[in-house]
């Protein structure tokens, strides 16, 4: 885990980042604010500086999920992430972000003012070192005084422990929800551009999902990297399998916690995915891992269940997270775009 001294470097590209205008600490701040988490890895955010100081976060057109999240209910859940992740990151960094509000858009107007250097790094640590855990998930149950750790003072996120029969029914819902998904060709094709099966193709667009982030086993992983095309995942085989996987994955784990928020306007939706990225760095403490299972909320008629199963209003269920002690190997970390490729100058 890289120490606040040995963060790598904020850009590739030194003559695009000093065009920003921002100095050493608000680069780092914002390549280490990438590392949030986001649906596909499609890294939605947009910043765009009014200056050093004043900067605003939106959603870039050309990382939307048209085909799974219509309304950008993810893609706002993920700038709450991406939100979430600077505000943690900041003290290590000798920053403050100050004067956050949501404004329609939406968008997300903050400040990133100079404030005293927190010594300890550990918030930084967690950023770097959390991944999505879709695999090997165990079943030992959470104690409560660690479920208790992981939702103090949190409102509005449940942990429904396996056995129970709302643990049983999500994990049919997530199974039913990849069904349902991987029968939609317009979903299929709109995944099949943000896997990235090539490490060219990473390199070139350092978006959306791999081999290694996915957690492929290694034959079938060398078999992806070597053979598979866009058009591999618009084939029955791969719809199959997907929907297999899903539902083998469901049955793991120590149980799900599910995020809620009152209604679903964009500054619940924000406040949802800060949420979600403090229980995910906070997992990373635990040695606890967090796989979002979102086609159950995506397929209408089976986020409809979800809600009449959690007793829950449709629209105030948004995150349904599966958890549990995670393997100590953690996959390598997904590719993330360089900070000019998603901040800019205002005109
Ligand atoms: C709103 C949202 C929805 C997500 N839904 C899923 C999902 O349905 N299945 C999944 O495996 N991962 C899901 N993820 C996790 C992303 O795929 C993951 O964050 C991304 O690939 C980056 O990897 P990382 O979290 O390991 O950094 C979701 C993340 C967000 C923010």
Redesign the pocket.
């Known amino acids: 885990m890289p120490s606040t001294s040995r963060l790598p470097t904020a850009s590739p590209s030194a003559t695009d980042a000093g065009a920003l205008g921002l100095d050493d600490a608000r680069l780092s701040l914002l390549e280490t604010a990438a590392?949030a988490?986001?649906?596909?890895?499609a890294q939605p955010w947009r910043v765009t500086l009014r200056d050093a100081r004043h900067w605003t976060l939106d959603i870039a057109p050309d990382r939307r999920l048209p085909a799974v999240d219509p309304e950008d209910r993810?893609a706002v859940?993920?700038l709450g992430?991406f939100l979430e992740t600077l505000e943690t990151a900041a003290p290590a960094l000798g920053l403050a972000v100050r004067e956050v509000e949501v404004a329609p858009g939406p968008e997300v107007r903050l400040s990133v003012v100079d404030g005293p250097r927190a010594d300890d790094p550990a918030g930084l640590e967690a950023i770097w070192a959390?991944?999505?855990r879709?695999r090997g998930l165990r079943p030992d149950p959470l104690p409560d005084d660690v479920v208790a750790d992981l939702l103090d003072d949190m409102p509005d996120v449940r942990f429904i422990g396996r056995g129970t029969h709302e643990a049983d029914g999500l994990a049919e819902a997530a199974a039913e929800g990849a069904r349902h998904q991987t029968a939609r060709d317009d979903a299929q094709e709109e995944l099949s551009h943000w896997i990235r099966w090539r490490r060219s193709e990473e390199a070139r667009r350092p978006t959306g999902?791999t081999p290694e982030?996915m957690e492929m086993p290694a034959p079938l992983r060398w078999l992806a990297h070597a053979v598979f095309t866009p058009a591999t995942v618009l084939s029955s085989g791969f719809r199959k399998q997907g929907t297999a996987l899903a539902t083998r994955q469901a049955q793991e784990g120590a149980g799900w916690f599910v995020v809620f928020t009152p209604d679903a306007s964009a500054p619940a939706l924000i406040d949802a995915?800060q949420r979600?990225q403090r229980l995910g760095l906070r997992g990373v403490r635990h040695g606890i891992g967090l796989?979002?299972?979102?086609?159950m909320l995506e397929e209408p008629a089976v986020r409809d269940r979800v809600a009449a199963l959690l007793k829950a209003p449709r629209d105030t269920v948004q995150?349904v997270l599966r958890t549990g002690y995670a393997r100590p190997a953690a996959?390598p970390?997904?590719p993330r775009l360089p900070v000019p490729a998603f901040v800019r100058r205002a005109e």
Do not use: C, D
């Not at 988490?37 to 890895?41: A, C, F, I, T, V």
């Not at 796989?291 to 086609?295: F, L």
């Open positions: 590392r988490p986001s649906g596909h890895n993810e859940i993920s992430a959390r991944r999505t879709r999902l982030s995915g979600y796989h979002p299972m979102s086609q995150m996959p970390p997904g």
